[in-house]
């Protein structure tokens, strides 16, 4: 069984910056992305940031040029750096991994969120 945990989250005026942290532990044979997910209350859930397993990554307009997702292979962590934070970042965050099984079958694997907060 696979886990992800977040860490990071917080509390923090507008224009200053936080960095989220997302390791995965258990039952890995091959990562195949990574991604940050956030939901505000009201709002759909959307993908802020992805990385997959060949490095090209993927961000949500709103946030381009502010984010900046890497990933540490060895650990099986994925990193948000985010930067320049507004009000509107405030959300939860999720951890999202598409991890391949033996037969390169993807299973899907959530974290269990860190809350956001950007004080205007």
């Known amino acids: 069984q696979v886990q992800l945990v977040e860490s990071g989250g917080g509390l923090v005026q507008a224009g200053g910056s936080l960095r989220l942290s997302c390791a995965a532990s258990g039952s890995i044979f091959s990562i195949n992305a990574m991604g940050w997910y956030r939901q505000a209350p009201g709002k759909q859930r959307e993908l802020v940031a992805g990385?997959?397993?060949?490095?090209?990554?993927n961000y949500a307009d709103s946030v381009k040029g502010r984010f900046t997702i890497s990933r540490d292979n060895a650990k099986n962590t994925v990193y948000l750096q985010m930067n320049r934070l507004k009000a509107e970042d405030t959300a939860v965050y999720y951890c999202h991994a598409n991890l391949l099984g033996p037969q390169d079958d993807g299973y899907d694997y959530w974290g269990q969120g860190t809350q956001v907060t950007v004080s205007s």
């Open positions: 990385i997959r397993s060949g490095g090209s990554t």
